[in-house]
């Protein structure tokens, strides 16, 4: 009788709790048992590492075998047992020292031939590997991955290279734990729109504050330009924000882009998409498109062709910065802290208010094409600005004399430190009490906002909203309170209250 002991890592969303994976040959008819709640594809991974061990050389034991995936009462879904539960058998017949594998956590899904495969969400694994001070045996494949987060990882490509470095005979190499200090700088750049000042400036309040933006005009008026140049005004991301971004890659298997590495992610799904492709769901459950834009931007363009329902959802991770998904197949938390950006026509046609084509909507057909929006989600919603068609003759001109987006960038790199400095958080996320000493304002502050807020029935949400957007316009401005001419511009810059 014998036992080995290999430490690993399950996947539940973004967090990995350990798992320790007990190996014990016994005496008795041969027999291969797994225990600890595993799910079919850890229950069939007796079969691969029974191939692998005989492909790789290694005789394979007529014992009873028995694998325990502890604790007992955790789910176990997926291949990267597979190289861990070999080498555990290996570590049980004294084919390497067993305290070789004290420090180490083992990942890797075994091919018959005895090849490693790469394994999804390593990313949130090697996060917590690091933290712990253990090295990682991960598949070649998951090479790059596994270096953003730990200097001690050791790639492999089969189960036969893993035994014989453990074994003390061919050492394989440590990667070097990649830089992650690289910005990259972006590629659409504010000057490329010309004109439209107005929704410049908005822009810039909403990156300097966090805040969510709808855009609202005729087709072809630089929405969706002015939109997709948003990441290149926010600040780059820290390195950690980075990593939790690319966990989210990382559970779905998909390859981290080492290209524009620490730029801030923006995504904009189809409107399409159901609310599972938003929010998350399906096996697992699987994060959407509000965790990929996590740290980033959501953009949302023809916000009201999009289902309603699936619109709906997006309201608890605006306000919350993250998504709690239970399924019948499990549960997961994931995070969602994303800036909102949608645009929208002013009508079914595109061009009412614009003085160049004629609309041919009605009042009805208008007011059930904005009511596709709820109250409540228009609510969570800072700042709506209205996106004119710029002049003919300031599009034929080569004049590109605007601010570029670096030095758009300068001001609101300075605008972030200066709110995180204060509150340790951007403007558009202060809550209670902190509402109440970074907002303060004056009398005469306090009376044109209640002005407004009677004259356009503005929610309580909405309130607090404008008093968020006034306090960014003057830390924008370096002044130290609000003035009655920072909520002037807040409440300009809510079109949609002024039409109700």
Same mark, same amino acid.
């Given at each position: 009788?014998?036992?080995?002991?290999?430490?690993?890592?399950?996947?539940?969303?973004?967090?990995?709790?350990? #798992?320790?994976?007990?190996?014990?040959?016994?005496?008795?008819?041969?027999? $291969?048992?797994? #225990? *600890?709640?595993?799910?079919?594809?850890?229950?069939?991974?007796?079969?691969?590492?029974?191939?692998?061990?005989?492909?790789?050389? $290694?005789?394979? @034991?007529?014992?009873?075998?028995?694998?325990?995936?502890?604790?007992?009462?955790?789910?176990?879904?997926?291949?990267?047992?597979?190289?861990?539960?070999?080498?555990?058998?290996?570590?049980?017949?004294?084919?390497? @020292?067993?305290?070789?594998?004290?420090?180490?956590?083992?990942?890797?899904?075994?091919?018959?031939?005895?090849?490693?495969?790469?394994?999804?969400?390593?990313?949130?694994?090697?996060?917590?590997?690091?933290?712990? *001070?253990?090295?990682?045996?991960?598949?070649?494949?998951?090479?790059?991955?596994?270096?953003?987060?730990?200097?001690?990882?050791?790639?492999?490509?089969?189960?036969?290279?893993?035994?014989?470095?453990?074994?003390?005979?061919?050492?394989?190499?440590? #990667?070097?734990?990649?830089?992650?200090?690289?910005?990259?700088?972006?590629?659409?750049?504010?000057?490329?729109?010309?004109?439209?000042?107005?929704?410049?400036?908005?822009?810039?309040?909403?990156?300097?504050?966090?805040? &969510?933006?709808?855009?609202?005009?005729?087709?072809?008026?630089?929405?969706?330009?002015?939109?997709?140049?948003?990441?290149?005004?926010?600040?780059?991301?820290?390195?950690?924000?980075?990593?939790?971004?690319?966990?989210?890659?990382?559970?779905?298997?998909?390859?981290?882009?080492?290209?524009?590495?620490?730029?801030?992610?923006?995504?904009?799904?189809?409107?399409?998409?159901?609310?599972?492709?938003?929010?998350?769901?399906?096996?697992?459950?699987?994060?959407?498109?509000?965790?990929?834009?996590?740290?980033?931007?959501?953009?949302?363009?023809?916000?009201?062709?999009?289902?309603?329902?699936?619109?709906?959802?997006?309201?608890?991770?605006?306000?919350?910065?993250?998504?709690?998904?239970?399924?019948?197949?499990?549960?997961?938390?994931?995070?969602?802290?994303?800036?909102?950006?949608?645009?929208?026509?002013?009508?079914?046609?595109?061009?009412?208010?614009?003085?160049?084509?004629?609309?041919?909507?009605?009042?009805?057909?208008?007011?059930?094409?904005?009511?596709?929006?709820?109250?409540?989600?228009?609510?969570?919603?800072?700042?709506? #600005?209205?996106?004119?068609?710029?002049?003919?003759?300031?599009?034929?001109?080569?004049?590109?004399?605007?601010?570029?987006?670096?030095?758009?960038?300068?001001?609101?790199?300075?605008?972030?430190?200066?709110?995180?400095?204060?509150?340790?958080?951007? &403007?558009?996320?202060?809550?209670?009490?902190?509402?109440?000493?970074?907002?303060?304002?004056?009398?005469?502050?306090?009376?044109?906002?209640?002005?407004?807020?009677?004259?356009?029935?503005?929610?309580?949400?909405?309130?607090?909203?404008?008093?968020?957007?006034?306090?960014?316009?003057?830390?924008?401005?370096?002044?130290?309170?609000?003035?009655?001419?920072?909520?002037?511009?807040?409440?300009?810059?809510?079109?949609?209250?002024?039409?109700?």
């Amino acid at each position: 009788m014998s036992l080995a002991i290999i430490h690993c890592r399950a996947q539940y969303g973004t967090e990995a709790p350990p #798992v320790t994976i007990e190996v014990f040959l016994s005496g008795g008819l041969p027999a $291969f048992t797994i #225990v *600890g709640m595993a799910e079919t594809a850890v229950r069939e991974s007796k079969d691969r590492v029974r191939g692998a061990l005989i492909s790789s050389g $290694f005789e394979f @034991p007529q014992q009873r075998i028995t694998v325990s995936l502890a604790p007992a009462e955790m789910r176990k879904s997926g291949g990267r047992y597979d190289l861990a539960i070999a080498l555990g058998i290996l570590a049980a017949r004294k084919q390497f @020292p067993e305290e070789s594998l004290d420090n180490f956590e083992v990942y890797g899904e075994l091919s018959l031939s005895g090849n490693l495969r790469s394994v999804p969400a390593i990313l949130p694994a090697m996060l917590r590997a690091e933290a712990a *001070g253990r090295h990682v045996i991960v598949p070649i494949g998951n090479e790059v991955e596994a270096s953003l987060a730990s200097a001690n990882v050791y790639p492999a490509t089969s189960l036969a290279e893993v035994a014989a470095h453990l074994a003390g005979k061919d050492r394989i190499a440590a #990667v070097e734990k990649t830089d992650l200090a690289k910005v990259d700088p972006a590629s659409n750049d504010l000057t490329d729109v010309r004109g439209q000042q107005h929704a410049k400036r908005a822009l810039e309040i909403a990156a300097a504050g966090g805040h &969510n933006l709808l855009l609202i005009g005729p087709p072809g008026t630089g929405k969706s330009m002015l939109a997709r140049r948003l990441p290149g005004i926010l600040p780059t991301m820290t390195g950690a924000e980075a990593l939790e971004t690319a966990a989210i890659d990382s559970v779905l298997g998909m390859p981290i882009a080492m290209n524009g590495w620490r730029q801030r992610p923006f995504r904009s799904p189809h409107h399409t998409a159901s609310a599972s492709a938003l929010v998350g769901g399906g096996p697992g459950p699987r994060p959407g498109e509000i965790s990929r834009a996590h740290n980033g931007v959501l953009f949302l363009d023809e916000l009201p062709e999009f289902n309603r329902k699936a619109l709906e959802v997006l309201r608890e991770p605006m306000e919350m910065g993250h998504i709690c998904l239970s399924r019948a197949g499990g549960q997961a938390d994931y995070p969602a802290n994303f800036q909102l950006i949608a645009a929208m026509n002013p009508c079914p046609c595109g061009y009412l208010g614009d003085r160049f084509a004629d609309c041919r909507c009605s009042g009805d057909r208008v007011a059930a094409y904005r009511r596709k929006i709820s109250g409540p989600l228009l609510d969570r919603i800072d700042l709506h #600005v209205e996106v004119l068609r710029p002049p003919t003759d300031l599009l034929r001109s080569k004049d590109s004399s605007g601010e570029t987006s670096e030095s758009v960038r300068r001001r609101v790199d300075k605008t972030w430190a200066l709110q995180l400095q204060r509150s340790g958080v951007n &403007n558009a996320r202060l809550k209670g009490g902190q509402m109440d000493s970074v907002c303060a304002a004056s009398d005469e502050c306090w009376s044109l906002l209640e002005s407004a807020a009677e004259r356009f029935n503005l929610s309580a949400r909405a309130h607090q909203r404008v008093l968020r957007v006034a306090r960014t316009i003057a830390d924008l401005a370096q002044e130290k309170n609000i003035a009655p001419l920072h909520v002037a511009e807040a409440l300009s810059l809510r079109c949609l209250d002024r039409q109700v």
